[in-house]
């Protein structure tokens, strides 16, 4: 009996064996796609089938009729997922993933964000308080052959989302929650600002240099003469905790990068600093400034 | 030494790394693997309170420590101290770990303190603040402000 068992057991092993696997490997008119990107913590992933304009020459007005709901994409809605919370265009939107719709029409289009992420494309969502709504301006674009979501653009406090497919393309604004408060108030700078001098060492050097912190624009502002990197000659000094900063680098005055690796640790603990260390990884000290 | 004039941004973030490791005494290939961002990758957690009765009897002692040489004066502070570090929550991620209770775990038995860049950080720090007279809150906010409150 558990010989026939066995038997019965590996032929039916070698039937499912044999069957194709049809679901794994298909080819598609548009194919899925995705990209996604990280802002200061905030990261906004699209998820979409990418169709192809294949010689239609009439794609808006055409193809997709004006006054209809269409998914910028294909199949299963375009979708876009937040983990933190967003302005999009001025709007907000709450983290989560939503449907991507466009109304498109001879002008403005509407842009929909529906919390439903899940649809299918020929079902378009019906009007709802819970979807976010506004308007957009289609712009005449080089022709796109491969509909394509990107972020065209990528700036410290957000970036710019663009959509394209044939002739027209739309963009949104979206702004991200800032992860640290840059801004130092004038009572707390009063503590760290004047001229100190620094004394350098290990890979920094073993020289003297001046180094001078100043409060502008609720910014903590160090200037470094002779700095390790070019764009520390200027930056603002990023509070993370009591007496403790990171450099932030700026381009054109615009924060572009927290230097983390490298730490300003002011002392005594309490009241105006006399004094600083500044620490890199495995808390090594490669520099000590004293005040002058 | 930095050329310190003529270094470009990205040579400068470069020697931050290679700075670090030549200082540490261990050989870049070794240190390649084990680099890691000093940004909290620990699941967020409060610090915990240490324990009335530890002791550093679990520390790894100089002998246990003969392939680690950079880290024995680290290991020496650290067992001064089994009270305060017991009172530190790890940040590098291995305060996710089953048998995981405080920093001074990290410096016990199998513990990470070895070889990892963020423990060897962390303990540092609580040493050196510890001896300038800072208390544990105020070493915790120092942990917190440096390396996330995670």
Redesign the interface.
Known sequence: MTRRLALTLVAFAGTVALVPCSTHAQIRASERGGVSQTIDGTTIAIDYARPQARGRSELYGGEIPYGKIWTPGANWATTIEINKDITINGHALPEGKYSVWLQVGEGDWTAIFDPEPRRFHLMGPPPSDEQVRFAVSPQAAPHTEILTWSFHEVRPTGTTLRMAWGPRAVTFDIRVQPSRDLTVSADLASRYVGSYTLQLMGPFGDGQVSFDLVHENDRLVGHWENPPSPRLGEFWLISLGEGMFAAGELDDGELFDIVMDVIFEFSPYEGRATAFDLRVLGDALWGHGERR | ??D??S???R???A??????T???GVPRSKMAMEWC???SRATPGPHPDPRPDVDASNVLTTEQLERYSHVIDLYDGIRAIPHIADGIRCKCGCADLPDYRSLLTCFEGGGMARTC?IC??EG??VV?LHKAG?TLD?IR??I???FGNG
Do not use: E, Y
Not at chain 2, 15 to 20: D, E, H, K, Q
């Open positions: 030494m930095l310190l004039a270094t470009s941004r040579g400068f973030v020697s931050l790394a290679a700075g670090v030549g200082m540490l961002s000093p940004v860049q060897q950080t540092r720090v050196r800072r105020q906010a120092a917190d402000a440096r």
